[in-house]
Nanobody, 113 residues
Framework: VQLQASGGGLVQAGGSLRLSCKVS???????????PAWYRQAPGKQRELVAS???????YYADFVKGRFTISKDNDKRTVYLQMSNLKPEDTADYYC?????WGRGTLVTVSS
């Protein structure tokens, strides 16, 4: 299984970005049953959970992104998304997708004030 994250970049505070995580090496039937998550790691800090999506479709959001970020997935495309809105400078970090004990490479999000 391989995860390819994309969509990071530089954005001004208040702006939006959508991160994507394309999963390869996993058939759609298995992907549909998996529970993906997004984590982030800011410089000098530990990696932290941002959002997750259960196999039943239930979502979890860390308090610091609740109401601003949305996690979703497209089973046909085997892709996980993280829609980020009203971004803040403190959201600056490398963002990682995680599924089935596999980590993707980070995609950097930089929010300027």
């Amino acid at each position: 299984v391989q995860l390819q994250a994309s969509g990071g970049g530089l954005v001004q505070a208040g702006g939006s970005l959508r991160l994507s995580c394309k999963v390869s090496g996993m058939v759609r039937g298995v992907f549909r049953l998996e529970a993906p998550a997004w984590y982030r790691q800011a410089p000098g800090k530990q990696r932290e959970l941002v959002a997750s999506l259960s196999t039943e479709g239930n979502t979890y959001y860390a308090d610091f992104v609740k109401g601003r970020f949305t996690i979703s997935k497209d089973n046909d495309k085997r892709t996980v998304y993280l829609q980020m809105s009203n971004l803040k400078p403190e959201d600056t970090a490398d963002y990682y997708c995680y599924i089935k004990t596999t980590w993707g490479r980070g995609t950097l999000v930089t929010v300027s004030s």
